[in-house]
């Protein structure tokens, strides 16, 4: 078990990062977990009250009734739907309370929650998820941000996470995560393009093997067949964040194009399935 840090915790969005993440928390002592997720009412979300329910986390029908006696708000949504679970928690959200937004959305998007959170009393904390949360769990990296962020990464970390605050402004946090996925994303979509051509013409391991005398420190067999298996596990949401690096592009003056294709493609390549919020 982990130490006996104390806190109550809500999550708004109960998919992967808020299963995952609530998991690591549980082994604490004194942690308390509830969580809400938009997929209430639906067969989807009767299946996460039961996953909730297996788990130790009290599955509330409504984001505030989760929220009511939580330290920390986590909004573990989708990339598109983050500003709006802002604005709809500034209806319920407390002074004191502290809005953790994990979700992978634009620095404009994450300024404007910001501004939301803050007039209702509360404190916003961006926080910008760098990797795949399956595998390290709570200490995944994350990169946080705002004029609280130091202090609570501190507290959050006693728990078992793994922030590190890199601004006290918001946006530089989410910019951070938004130019790295755009490499990122970007080379999912290629690969996987690339490995469905190339094995279209029976040519693929010529090609691959072309490219690793380029690259010889890259396996691209193992690279493809993971960044297939990736687009198709994680696409919708992938296509979603690529969705919110395009926003950020054009509030820069630098055309989206690429970043609305490399979205479409990951949405093309995502393989159906039925879950929670983020």
């Known amino acids: 078990m982990g130490g006996k840090n104390t806190a109550n915790i809500a999550f708004i969005g109960f998919g992967e990062v808020g299963q995952t993440f609530a998991r690591g928390f549980l082994k604490h002592e004194g942690v308390r977990i509830s969580a809400h997720d938009i997929l209430v009412g639906s067969a989807a979300g009767a299946r996460l009250a039961d996953q909730a329910a297996s788990i130790g986390v009290t599955w509330c029908t409504a984001p505030e009734s989760a929220a009511q006696d939580a330290d ?3 909004s573990a949504v989708t990339a598109s739907q983050a500003e709006a679970v802002a604005a709809a928690a500034v209806a319920w959200i407390k002074p004191g309370q502290i809005f953790v937004d994990i979700n992978s959305a634009a620095p404009s998007t994450k300024m404007r929650a910001a501004q939301m959170i803050a007039a209702s009393g509360a404190a916003y904390i961006e926080a910008a998820v760098m990797a795949p949360v399956l595998k390290p769990g709570l200490q995944v990296p994350i990169l946080s941000g705002g004029p609280f962020a130091a202090a609570v990464s501190q507290r959050l970390n006693a728990l078992g996470m793994n922030l590190t605050p890199v601004s006290d402004e918001y ?5 951070m995560k938004l130019c790295r996925s755009i490499i990122i994303k970007g080379l999912e979509a290629l690969m996987v393009d690339c490995a469905k051509a190339s094995e279209c013409w029976g040519v693929k391991d010529d090609v691959f093997s072309s490219l690793q005398a380029t690259f010889p420190a890259i396996d691209f067999h193992a690279l493809a067949a993971d960044m297939r298996e990736r687009v198709a596990t994680h696409g919708v ?7 919110e690096a395009g926003e950020m592009l054009a509030a820069l003056g630098i055309n989206p194009d690429l970043a609305i294709a490399v ?3 990951q ?12």
Do not use: D, T, W
């Open 72 to 74: 920390f708000i986590f």
């Open 171 to 175: 946006g530089i946090a989410s910019a």
């Open 237 to 243: 949401r992938r296509a979603a964040e690529m969705a």
């Open 263 to 265: 979205s479409a493609a």
């Open 267 to 278: 949405l093309r390549g995502a393989k159906p399935k039925n879950g929670g919020e983020g």
